[in-house]
């Protein structure tokens, strides 16, 4: 198992760093916004925050500065021959608080959307400017590789009335972001939002608080799941041996 880890961060950190770094170079995320009709706004139009003002983009980056950290925290236990515990506290906690339910947040939204209207998220004029690989890259493998890297490393979940009040604060801070992009830019980010009223805007803005919530109860149950079954066993194993004997 030790090893798989191993190979594992390293995989998918060199994946994601190749996708990024592709991306950086080529410029494909930093200078595209749409128009709610899918027409493209130009260079011009969307330079405004470059690609940092996509969720999808922050959260691929964030991805890759944590599995980099995975594989620094890899090299440290074999030379130190322990595991760093600050670094693991620090991991743990953006993992459950950040990365696991924004990263379900980029799917579950763009993926919702694209079988509804494909236009309101990806406008289909996107296909021959950015390669599929990579559009898949920013929003099928997200989630997949964080479930495996729950899999191989235990997560320990920070207390929920720590850690829920920090997801809620990454939402927030993102849609504030987004809606100062909209002020001083001149756009929307994600073309959907255009059409909405204030009283839609705010409805969404608090449903998205929600899922984000929802999406790390829905993690700290998975991560449970795969890891507190042993405990579970070994605690009714018990339980039952104390019976026996009190009969």
């Known amino acids: 198992m030790a090893s798989s880890k191993v190979v594992y961060h390293l995989a998918v950190f060199l994946f ?3 996708a990024n770094y592709h991306d950086f170079v080529q410029g494909f995320s930093s200078n595209l916004s749409f128009k709610s009709d899918g027409d493209v706004m130009g260079r011009k139009g969307a330079s405004y925050a470059g690609k940092w003002k996509y969720l999808s983009i922050l ?3 964030a991805q890759t500065v944590f599995f980099g950290s995975c ?3 890899d090299l440290l ?3 130190l ?3 760093p515990g600050v670094l693991k506290a620090v991991q743990d906690y953006l993992f459950a608080v950040l ?3 924004m990263a379900m947040m980029v799917q579950c939204l763009f993926w919702g959307l694209y079988a509804v209207d494909r236009e309101l998220v990806y406008p289909s004029k996107l296909d021959a400017i950015i390669p599929n690989w990579l559009n898949h890259a920013w929003h099928t493998t997200t989630v997949p590789a964080l479930l495996l890297e729950m899999y191989f490393v235990r997560r320990n979940y920070p207390a929920r009335r720590a850690a829920l009040p920090g997801t809620a604060f990454f939402g927030a801070a993102y849609l504030i972001w987004i ?3 909209a002020h001083y830019g001149g756009f929307w980010v994600y073309p959907f939002l255009q059409v909405m009223g204030p009283i839609e805007t705010s409805i969404f803005n608090m449903a998205a608080i929600g899922m984000l919530c929802v999406f790390y109860l829905i993690g700290e149950y998975v991560n449970t799941k795969l890891w507190d079954r042993d405990a579970f066993e070994i605690s009714s194993r018990t339980g039952r041996k ?3 004997k009190s009969a």
Do not use: C, D
């Open 179 to 181: 809606r100062i992009v």
């Open 59 to 61: 959260v691929s980056v």
């Open 16 to 18: 994601l760093f190749t």
């Open 77 to 79: 236990e074999a030379i």
């Open 81 to 83: 021959g322990r595991k």
């Open 99 to 101: 990365l696991f339910p």
């Open 242 to 244: 104390k019976s026996s």
């Open 71 to 73: 594989v620094l925290s």
